[in-house]
């Protein structure tokens, strides 16, 4: 279970064109407000990742979906109503998202979460979320190596905003730790010593 601090700690990141770390119905994903270019630019350098490489977004609901996707063929919506599954869908020529989230055809994908914390965290920012599993690129999810290097990131982008927020890196993973225990995903916590 998580509280609505937890939210809104996650919303001052996103809403300050940070990234977080976030449970989602399928993986612990990296995240970012997916209308944001230097957001979304920071996800492919933390995950030196080619740039054309897509990422896939999240939505919290179906208004949400159609809020950034114009045409939604009548076959998507059965796919969405027959999925027991996460299931995301392409959609051509999406509106108002990050231009690196496009396919090189204009293509995005999108997935409506049932997760309980990222649909909640997508409809109270209200953007689509960046999904993507939080590794480096070709190499194994949720490695140390990645909670480091996003933890330099995050101590980076924030320090300039540490002391009228109040808060530390070491606030932030204490943070992170508290989700990953609600999930149970992370055995051994967060950091590199634990």
């Known amino acids: ?9 996650a919303l001052t ?7 977080i770390l976030y449970p989602t119905d399928t993986i612990w994903g990296v995240g970012c407000d ?5 957001a979304v630019e920071k996800i492919f350098r933390l995950k030196q990742r080619a740039d054309s490489k ?7 609901s ?9 045409t939604i063929p009548e076959v998507a919506w059965q796919l969405i109503d027959a999925a027991v599954n996460p299931l995301t869908i392409i959609y051509d020529h999406p509106r108002n998202i990050a231009p690196a989230l496009l396919a ?12 309980k914390f990222s649909s909640t965290l997508c409809r109270r920012l209200r953007h689509p979320l960046v999904s993507t599993s939080a590794n480096i690129s070709g190499k194994a999810a949720l490695c140390l190596r990645v909670i480091n ?3 330099q990131v995050i101590s980076d982008s924030r320090q300039a905003r540490q002391e009228w927020e109040g808060r530390s890196l070491e606030a932030e993973v204490t943070a992170l730790e508290r989700l990953a225990a609600m999930r149970g995903d992370l055995a051994g916590g967060l950091r590199p010593d634990g």
């Not at 990141?13 to 990234?19: A, H, P, S, T």
């Not at 179906?62 to 114009?70: D, F, H, P």
């Not at 090189?104 to 997760?115: K, L, N, Q, V, Y």
Request: hydrophobic share 40%; net charge negative.
């Open 54 to 60: 897509a990422m896939l977004m999240l939505v919290g």
């Open 62 to 70: 179906e208004g949400q979906l159609q809020s950034y996707v114009s």
């Open 104 to 115: 090189s055809d204009g293509s995005a994908g999108f997935r409506i979460t049932g997760e």
């Open 1 to 9: 279970m998580f509280t609505n601090e937890d939210i809104e700690d």
């Open 13 to 19: 990141v996103l809403r300050n064109g940070g990234i």
């Open 34 to 38: 997916a209308t944001n270019p230097d």
């Open 149 to 151: 290097v996003m933890s």
